[in-house]
Structure formats: structure tokens, C-alpha cells
């Protein structure tokens, strides 16, 4: 099992930039997965960027959705078990919860962002305002 706790959300003009963290706890040992997500309201929840990390080994290339490339950097400090997401050039479409959420890797590594079902252990999430 994992435990998650985000933060460094806020409200920023667009143009602007957050530092979003998330801590993890738990069954970190090993291989597993961290995807970052988002829900606007009236929206489905999108995937934005995953780290596949290799527990005190360090991480792959993280992946991005085609939406945030170029703007957002996903990373890892092994050293502390935190995950970041920097997000620059933020635009009143990325307003959302943010969310961080862990599963375990399997035989072929993480599965990609649009199977939510792989990623069963979520924080609380933080808000993250971008205006106009």
C-alpha cells in the first residue's frame, strides 16, 4: 500500500507557476508508479504526467499528457520519498484539482494514465487556480 499527501497548490495568474508536491509513504521498496492527475469541475479526471520510479534506484523518463509538454516537469527526490510536479506557462484551462496516485508496476512497467483503475491509492489533492 502507499500513502499520499500533496501540497503547493494556489492561485496564480496565467503565465504564472506552481510547485505541486506529493509525499509518499508505504510499500516504496521496489518499483511503482505515480501519476499525476487533474479534475476540473463538470469534468472527467485527465491524466497529466507519470514518473515510473525505481524506488532508491532513481526513476525513468517521466511521461506526459500532450497537453502539459513543454510546460510541466515531473520529478522525484528519492532522498525524501517526494514526487513534484513544476507547472510553468500555467493557462486558466489547467484550474483544477490536482491529484498525485500510486499503483505498483507490473510485468511491463506502469500503465499508461488513461487506466485510472491502475493507480489505486490517491491523496487528498490541491487546488490549483490559474486567471485570466
Known amino acids: 500500500q502507499f500513502q499520499l499527501v500533496e501540497s503547493g497548490g494556489g492561485s496564480v495568474q496565467a503565465g504564472g507557476s506552481l510547485r505541486l508536491s506529493c509525499r509518499i509513504s508505504g510499500d516504496i521498496s521496489s518499483r511503482y508508479c505515480v501519476g499525476w492527475f487533474r479534475q476540473a469541475p463538470g469534468k472527467e479526471r485527465e491524466g497529466v504526467a507519470r514518473?515510473?520510479?525505481?524506488?532508491?534506484?532513481?526513476?525513468?523518463?517521466?511521461t506526459y499528457a500532450d497537453f502539459v509538454k513543454g510546460r510541466f516537469t515531473a520529478s522525484e527526490d528519492n532522498a525524501n520519498n517526494t514526487l513534484y510536479l513544476q507547472m510553468n506557462a500555467l493557462k486558466p484551462e489547467d484550474t483544477a484539482m490536482y491529484y498525485c496516485?500510486?499503483?505498483?508496476?507490473?510485468?511491463?512497467?506502469?500503465?499508461?494514465?488513461?487506466?485510472?483503475?491502475?493507480?489505486?491509492?490517491w491523496g487528498q489533492g490541491t487546488q490549483v487556480t490559474v486567471s485570466s
Open positions: 496516485a500510486a499503483g505498483y508496476s507490473g510485468l511491463y512497467g506502469c500503465a499508461p494514465l488513461t487506466t485510472i483503475s491502475e493507480y489505486p491509492y
Open positions: 514518473i515510473d520510479s525505481r524506488g532508491i534506484d532513481g526513476s525513468d523518463t517521466p
